[in-house]
């Protein structure tokens, strides 16, 4: 098999990028991050990551809260 011609090699690198544009404007590499979305649906193992992150982000507000009671003077009436 004789090996491709320079022009032929550019021709099917052209081909290619042609077609990888074509899937880009059709909508199916234009957003990639929404092909993510879902992805954990009905992962028992993800909801209880997602469950215990809830809980750490609740024990934070709370300790927040606390903290700026702790900080917060009352004001000396006149």
């Known amino acids: 098999m004789p090996n491709p011609t320079m022009e032929q090699r550019v021709a099917a690198l052209e081909q290619q990028v042609a077609e990888l544009k074509a899937q880009e404007r059709n909508g199916r590499e ?10 954990f649906a009905g992962d028992e193992g993800m909801k209880e990551i997602f469950d215990e ?26």
């Open 30 to 39: 234009q957003k990639p991050w929404l092909r993510a979305l879902g992805m």
């Open 53 to 78: 992150a809830l809980k750490l982000r609740e024990q934070d507000r709370q300790r927040a809260r606390r903290s700026t009671k702790k900080a917060a003077k009352p004001r000396a009436k006149k």
